[in-house]
């Protein structure tokens, strides 16, 4: 009972799932709105000011502004609201090849010609050519084998621009960005998000993806390709429900 109450859970799951996606027959994929985003959220946030002191009037007469406005200021990423490049290149390349083999044998035999003459007083009831002379024999033998091969290849060059989100109290930069780009009826989205010290952004305001803890990045789409290219509801509930 809790099996068929199990299957039909997931052929509703199912129906509801692609009834979600008929929605978007004959449409593009829809581009998620910037508002009410975290980044949207930490532009819109005032950055506390580093000094307490009013400005001055004569401080912007200089020919030489130390400011972040000036030629020679510092342009990189600081404060919440600032935008940093991330620049991710992937190239990557893992061959992984495992073999093994066992093998185990054993035998028993258990003999009981004597034991209180309780032996030839069973043998005499046995049938022709029992006995309890040779009580037990067993043998015995197993094997296995086996061998893995792994193969991957992963090339992959693009760069997002990302929001400083929020400040940790050590000074390292949370960043969060997102990219979506649409081609016809094929969406493809580029999320980035994590911790970067902002000893490790560069004077062009760019920091690589090996620089970022807890990297999170994601690259993929969704559409008419991407539906096509992808195994039916029905299909992907099979290969998890179906135990052979």
């Known amino acids: 009972m809790s099996q068929t109450r199990a299957i039909q859970g997931l052929a509703l799951y199912a129906m509801l799932a692609a009834c979600g996606r008929l929605e978007d027959v004959g449409k593009p994929p829809q581009i998620s709105a910037i508002a009410n985003t975290n980044e949207h959220y930490a532009m819109m946030r005032v950055p506390i000011p580093k000094s307490s002191e009013p400005e001055l009037a004569t401080d912007s ?17 600081e404060q919440v609201g600032d935008i940093v490049t991330v620049v991710v290149e992937i190239d990557e390349r893992a061959e992984i090849s495992n073999s093994s083999s066992r093998g185990r044998s054993g035998s028993e035999n258990l003999e009981l010609p004597s034991l209180l003459g309780i032996p030839q007083r069973v043998n005499e009831i046995l049938p022709d050519g029992a006995s309890l002379d040779t009580a037990v024999s067993t043998n015995s033998s197993s094997s296995s084998s086996g061998d893995g091969t792994i193969k991957r290849k992963e090339k992959f060059s693009i760069r997002v621009a990302a929001t400083v989100v929020d400040v940790l109290q050590n000074g390292v930069l ?64 099979a290969d998890i429900v179906l135990p052979f």
């Open 61 to 77: 007469a200089s020919l030489w502004e130390s400011g972040r406005n000036s030629l020679l200021g510092n342009q990189r990423a």
């Open 174 to 237: 949370s960043i969060e960005g997102s990219q979506e780009v649409r081609v016809n009826f094929e969406l493809r989205e580029l999320l980035v998000s994590g911790y970067v010290r902002p000893a490790d952004i560069n004077r062009k305001n760019e920091v690589s993806y090996d620089r970022i803890a807890a990297a999170r990045i994601s690259y993929g789409g969704r559409g008419q390709i991407t539906d096509v290219q992808q195994p039916r509801y029905g299909q992907q509930i």
